[in-house]
Nanobody, 114 residues
Framework: QVQLVESGGGLVQPGGSLRLSCAAS????????MGWYRQAPGKQRELVAR???????VYADSVKGRFTISRDNAKNTVYLQMSSLKPEDTAVYYC????????WGQGTQVTVSS
């Protein structure tokens, strides 16, 4: 069973920064494509960023240049560094592990407000 646990969410002011972490267990972490998705109330879950086992990255246009996804295979952890945060970034952020099947964490709330 693949287990994912997100952490690092919270309340931050516009223009601020936040780093999310996702710790994986019960899997051979290095072979999975890892991603961060987010979902605001009443909206569909959307891709924020993705990183493959080889280190290739993909970002949503709305976060490109502001967010950075990275992974530390030795720690079985994927990160999302968020900078220049905007109110529209407010959402529950979910960690995803994908290979043959997809697995999801429970999510962590990010609120950007002054």
């Amino acid at each position: 069973q693949v287990q994912l646990v997100e952490s690092g969410g919270g309340l931050v002011q516009p223009g601020g920064s936040l780093r999310l972490s996702c710790a994986a267990s019960g899997t051979i972490f290095s072979i999975y494509t890892m991603g961060w998705y987010r979902q605001a109330p009443g909206k569909q879950r959307e891709l924020v960023a993705r990183i493959t086992s080889g280190g290739s990255t993909v970002y949503a246009d709305s976060v490109k240049g502001r967010f950075t996804i990275s992974r530390d295979n030795a720690k079985n952890t994927v990160y999302l560094q968020m900078s220049s945060l905007k109110p529209e970034d407010t959402a529950v952020y979910y960690c995803n592990a994908d290979r043959v099947a997809s697995f999801w964490g429970q999510g962590t709330q990010v609120t950007v407000s002054s």
